[in-house]
């Protein structure tokens, strides 16, 4: 993570909007509300997706952290987490809001919305532009086929009406946050490369004569 100057509250409030603590909870209402309303094949695929596209991220960060992996040209040390879980979760999360039925504004909102969450994780310092980048693009292939699925399946379950209310918690910093995802990818990196300190983003710009060796065995 690159150190971050004064922000403005809003952009920290917006970022949290896409923090694992608020996602990973509403994705697990999502799955269940598509599973009890009989949408079960989609279910599975939505899980499957996001597995693959969770797996996918915490892989790029984890090389980075670990082994310095990264392409200096675009600034990129791995994909971003918040990125991504706004993307995967938002435009179905908001598909169940009130009058969004048509499948028209509930979705697109929140394709919307992580985009600007993504924005925020540039303002706050966290990643670069191509990180949430590929973080959003990734994101919307594992939910816009779901929502696409789901235009001819009627899903009334109530873990899927009310699932966007846990956004409001968003307003709270600490329960926003209580998941600390980005140590336990920095501890899995460590614990893997045997490095005793993680690569920085400045390292990646700076010549490979004056990268730290990696730790021997």
């Known amino acids: 993570m690159t150190s971050a100057p004064q922000v403005a509250p809003v952009w920290w409030l917006i970022t949290h909007l896409g923090s694992s603590s608020l996602l990973l909870p509403a994705f697990g209402l999502l799955v269940w509300g598509l599973w009890r309303s009989g949408a079960r094949a989609v279910a599975r695929h939505y899980v499957l997706a996001m597995s693959a596209a969770v797996l996918l991220t915490v892989v790029s960060k984890c090389l980075f952290y670990g082994w310095g992996i990264g392409i200096a040209a675009l600034d990129f040390t791995g994909i971003s987490g918040h990125g991504l879980l706004a993307s995967a979760v938002l435009p179905l999360l908001l598909r169940g809001l009130p009058g969004s039925r048509a499948y028209r ?4 909102l929140g394709v919307g919305l992580a985009l600007v969450v993504g924005v925020s994780r540039v303002m706050v310092g966290a990643h ?3 990180e949430v980048l590929a973080a959003w693009l990734l994101g919307l292939a594992v939910s816009w086929p779901v929502v696409q699925r789901l235009q001819t399946v009627v899903v009334a379950h109530w873990a899927t009406r009310f699932s966007p209310l846990l956004l409001v918690l968003a ?13 336990l990818e920095v501890r899995i ?15 990646l710009h700076q010549s490979p004569a004056a990268l730290p060796k990696p730790a021997r065995p």
């Open 105 to 108: 504004w509930g979705p697109a």
């Open 128 to 130: 670069s532009v191509s």
């Open 171 to 183: 307003l709270h910093t600490s329960t926003a946050t209580y998941l600390p995802t980005h140590a």
């Open 189 to 203: 990196a460590l614990w893997l490369s045997g490095q005793v300190q993680p690569f920085t983003r400045h390292q």
